[in-house]
């Protein structure tokens, strides 16, 4: 493994390795930066290398990932994640994960691995963005918010976030609503070439910004207004191979919002314009206006 990565990368990598106990059981740790309830992206990232790890004809790549979150996790304990074997053949496999605390399942999710080949090609164009070199890290869109969003500023920061437009804090700040919300993303320093790492840490970084459509819509901000989000369903389709220690644009908006659940759906796309992955993820959301 190479050395050039950040501190909370690495942190990163050592969530995403979760310790085998047993030929289809595997325990996966919480970072020390320690939020209300386990991340789902962490969930998602474990579970998925937990399930490749099982894999044993063949090693078709990661194609698509159907996942429920059930329960709120236990920051303060191991999760375990139990394999379920449906199908192991050279190009293509299938397996359920139940990610379980305290003897209660608190999410499952489906993970179908195929072979890619030669048909039908067509995907929807890149959006035009200004390139990731040309905007700010992360950490300037922080400054002047820093007490108002103190979750996420000292949050785990493993993956390079280049907003492409303000964040939801700024705009509410100046006012404005926003639909559609994209962002350049890669891994905050250089990645193993394993590809089940690079699905595993896209999971990861897939459940950062998803949302953040349903409230701008609203002209509202995480961090700043009353609201409260869990996530209830992910789902994602790896339709090319990549590298997620390169450039990604993330672009994501919300399509509805009703029931008290609001849906994002998003897409990843490789720098040259390739479209690699599509994500639709639905929450939870209740917002809790200020009283007059």
């Known amino acids: 493994m190479t050395t050039d990565v ?3 990368l690495a942190k990163l990598l050592d969530l995403l390795d979760v310790e ?7 325990i996966g740790q919480h970072p020390e930066q320690k939020t209300a309830r386990t991340f789902g992206g962490q969930m998602l990232g ?4 937990a399930a490749g ?5 063949g090693n078709p790549p990661v194609h698509a990932l159907h996942a429920h979150f059930i329960r709120g996790g236990d920051v303060t304990k191991p999760i375990e994640y139990h394999v379920a074997r449906y199908r192991d053949g050279k190009s293509f496999a299938n ?3 139940n990610a379980i605390q305290d003897d209660e399942v608190i999410f499952t999710m489906l993970v179908a691995f195929q072979d890619n080949s030669a048909g039908l090609e067509h ?3 890149i959006p035009q963005v200004p390139y990731p070199e040309e905007l700010p890290p992360l950490g300037e869109h922080f400054k002047g918010f820093e007490d108002r969003i103190a979750t996420f500023v000292n949050a785990l920061h493993p993956i390079d976030i280049r907003f492409a437009n303000d964040p939801s804090w700024k705009m509410r700040e100046a006012g404005e609503t926003l639909r559609d919300n994209r962002v350049w993303m890669k891994t905050d320093g250089a990645m193993p070439d394993d590809p089940l790492l690079h699905v595993a840490a896209m999971c990861y970084a897939s459940d950062t910004t998803v949302l953040d459509s349903v409230i701008t819509t609203h002209g509202l901000s995480w961090g700043i207004d009353r609201l409260f989000a869990a996530t209830v369903n992910h789902s994602m389709w790896f ?3 990549f590298r997620f220690d390169e450039w990604m644009l993330y672009a994501t908006r919300s399509p509805v919002a009703t029931g008290s659940r ?8 490789k720098r040259d314009g390739t479209l690699a992955t599509s994500v639709t993820q639905e929450a939870l959301i209740k917002y809790f206006p200020p009283k007059e």
């Open 46 to 49: 474990q579970g998925v290398v």
């Open 239 to 241: 339709h090319r191979d």
């Open 262 to 269: 609001g849906m994002g759906s998003g897409r990843f796309w």
């Open 53 to 57: 790890r099982t894999l044993t004809r």
């Open 20 to 26: 085998r106990r047993d030929d289809d059981l595997f």
């Open 123 to 125: 995907a929807v164009e």
């Open 6 to 8: 950040s501190e909370d």
């Open 95 to 97: 397996r359920q994960v």
